[in-house]
């Protein structure tokens, strides 16, 4: 079976007003910040791909573990007929569910929703040609704003995985849940990704690895500035920074400058110090009650968890109630 025409629910101009919206606000408040999206272009892409390969990045490798050890028992609890991935790039871990819902005999559906037009056509193209009995039906939005337009009805299950809801803060998280099950009707599953508060030993250096891929991903986002606004960001004078926040229990990957400079971006002029950081990526790392009173608070019943062997990373099933 063919995917099915795109639905387009985020144009470019969209992202592009969304892009200089967030510039505007993260780079003038104190401390300065920017979204982590904006990482995403295909360079930034390109270089993701190469640190969930990297010795020192194991969430990839913990999830993957889990979701091909369980995707069959996932299969059963849910019996799910229609699966949607959120944020699903090219859906690489869900053929592990698709496969498992394939065989279990009650998939019919995947819907996956990227911001990325190109992306997506591409990973539908492919799921549709390796799994030909699916229907696959792509939405290109956002997964902060566009969970209102999700098909309705059947049994669904809606992953959201990769760890992906610890770049949220928590009023975020707790928004987004909270619209996810409003997006739902009682019954419907909830399969979540979390990373798990473990040794720094372990989370720094996932995020700041010996070969310096992800410096370079997190200095990609400036790299996006000056070509998308004509910005002017001497991207070499900014450090690449990984920094374990034990009280908020997250990982903060910041840029600091290495010297003073002004840079211009949009309408403003702005003063960086010697050694002043911005904030690019917040990753929150959870223990299993975290998750449980989260999902419980948004309107979830936790059904059941799965972690890797070495308790690196949880994979956690609620059931909209």
Do not use: C
């Not at 505007?24 to 920017?34: C, E, H």
């Not at 949607?84 to 790039?89: A, F, N, P, T, V």
């Not at 310096?212 to 996006?224: S, Y």
């Not at 910041?254 to 911005?278: N, Q, S, T």
């Amino acid at each position: 079976m063919t995917a099915d025409p795109l639905e387009i629910y985020l144009e470019e101009e969209d992202l592009a007003r969304a892009l200089r919206a967030d510039v505007r606000a993260g780079l003038t408040d104190v401390p300065r910040w920017l979204p982590p999206k904006w990482f995403y272009d295909a360079r930034g892409s390109e270089l993701f791909e190469q640190i969930t390969r990297l010795p020192e990045y194991y969430p990839t490798r913990a999830e993957r573990a889990v979701l091909a050890e369980h995707a069959a028992e996932i299969a059963r609890l849910t019996d799910a007929k229609t699966l949607i991935e959120l944020g699903s790039g090219s859906s690489e871990k869900t053929r592990l569910l698709l496969d498992a819902l394939t065989a279990h005999g009650s998939l019919g559906t995947f819907v996956p929703l990227d911001v990325s037009v190109s992306a997506l056509r591409q990973s539908t193209a492919e799921i549709a040609s390796a799994y030909p009995g699916l229907r696959v039906r792509g939405i290109v939005g956002d997964f902060t704003r566009h969970l209102d337009r999700l098909p309705t009805g059947g049994r669904r299950l809606v992953a959201f995985l990769g760890g992906t809801i610890g770049n949220l803060l928590p009023a975020e998280r707790s928004s987004f849940l909270a619209a996810m099950r409003a997006a739902l009707e009682r019954g419907d599953w909830l399969l979540l990704g979390t990373d798990l508060v473990k040794d720094p030993g372990v989370l720094v250096p996932a995020y700041d690895d010996a070969a310096g891929v992800t410096a370079e991903f997190n200095r990609n986002v400036l790299r996006v500035l000056n070509r998308e606004l004509d910005a002017n960001f001497d991207v070499a004078a900014f450090d690449h920074v990984a920094i374990w926040d034990a009280d908020q229990r997250w990982i903060e990957m910041r840029l600091r400058a290495r010297r003073p400079m002004r840079v211009r971006v949009l309408d403003l002029d702005l003063a960086f110090a010697a050694g002043e950081e911005l904030r690019t990526e917040v990753s929150a790392k959870f223990r299993p009650a975290d998750v449980d009173r989260e999902l419980t608070a948004a309107g979830f019943a936790v059904q059941a968890r799965w972690t890797d062997d070495d308790g690196l990373f949880a994979v956690t099933l609620g059931q909209a109630v």
